[in-house]
């Protein structure tokens, strides 16, 4: 069983700011891969960002990117010059690597993300 | 690439109906899932297809809940005798072999129960 546990119930951060979401997890399993997702409000779950755990390398795409600490089981996110578009909920979601698995997600409760112009 | 259409967007039934939800994913995507998100809560996983076939279901997913795949294509979620405690939005996802690249969620179902 997985748990995840965003500590930041709400954010804010001023518009062309950076913000860091935090993240941790607990697995037992020792292969996985690790998401952020963007929920904006009344809209579809839309992926930001995916690690994978045997990677030590933080992955990076465009103004995300992550900071993962697997010893810690740490996967923080960092937005760099935030925009108005990035106001969402922000999840954090393992999945356990399994060749015969259902590479199910588990969520943390979320962060919601607000941006200040 | 026309993504994931669910439907209906927004159910409203009374309590003790049954009520049955559609997923229609991505077409050369073989895994499909279904999450249940409550008020202020992240998606549960509920049940996964690699194909037609059910291959893992939640404890979440009682015995009134029940899914379906046929021929691997679109998938429906029927709920029956509904209570207030199903209330939740219903989101689909699919993916293509590996989850690596993710899922692709679908704008999800609205299920309210009065």
């Known amino acids: 069983a997985q748990t995840v546990t965003q500590s930041q119930p709400e954010m804010s951060v001023q518009e062309a700011e950076t913000v860091t979401l935090s993240c941790t997890y607990d697995?037992?399993?020792?292969?996985?891969?690790l998401f952020w997702y963007k929920q904006p409000p009344s809209r579809q779950m839309i992926l930001v960002i995916r690690?994978?755990?045997?990677?030590?390398q933080n992955a990076t795409e465009n103004r995300f990117s992550v900071n993962f600490q697997k010893a810690a089981k740490s996967f923080s996110l960092k937005i760099s010059d935030s925009q108005l578009g990035d106001a969402a909920m922000y999840f954090c979601?393992?999945?356990?690597?399994?060749?015969?698995?259902?590479?199910?997600?588990?969520f943390g409760k979320g962060t919601k993300l607000s941006v200040i112009p | 690439d026309t993504g994931v259409s669910q439907n209906p967007r927004h159910k409203i039934t009374k309590r003790g109906q049954n009520v049955t939800f559609r997923c229609d994913p991505i077409?050369?995507?073989?895994?499909l899932y279904w999450y249940r998100q409550t008020l202020g809560q992240g998606p549960e996983f509920l049940t996964y297809?690699?194909?037609?076939?059910?291959?893992?279901k939640s404890r979440l997913l009682s015995d009134r809940f029940s899914a379906e795949r046929p021929k691997g294509s679109f998938s429906t979620l029927e709920i029956q005798r509904t209570e207030q405690g199903d209330s939740a939005m219903y989101l689909c996802?699919?993916?293509?072999?590996?989850?690596?690249?993710?899922?692709?969620f679908g704008s999800g179902t609205r299920l309210t129960v009065v």
């Open positions: 996802a699919s993916s293509r072999g590996t989850v690596l690249y993710g899922y692709t």
């Open positions: 690690q994978e755990a045997y990677k030590q």
């Open positions: 979601a393992p999945s356990p690597y399994s060749g015969a698995g259902s590479y199910q997600l588990t």
């Open positions: 297809f690699q194909n037609e076939a059910q291959l893992e």
């Open positions: 077409s050369e995507h073989n895994r």
């Open positions: 697995t037992s399993e020792s292969d996985y891969y």
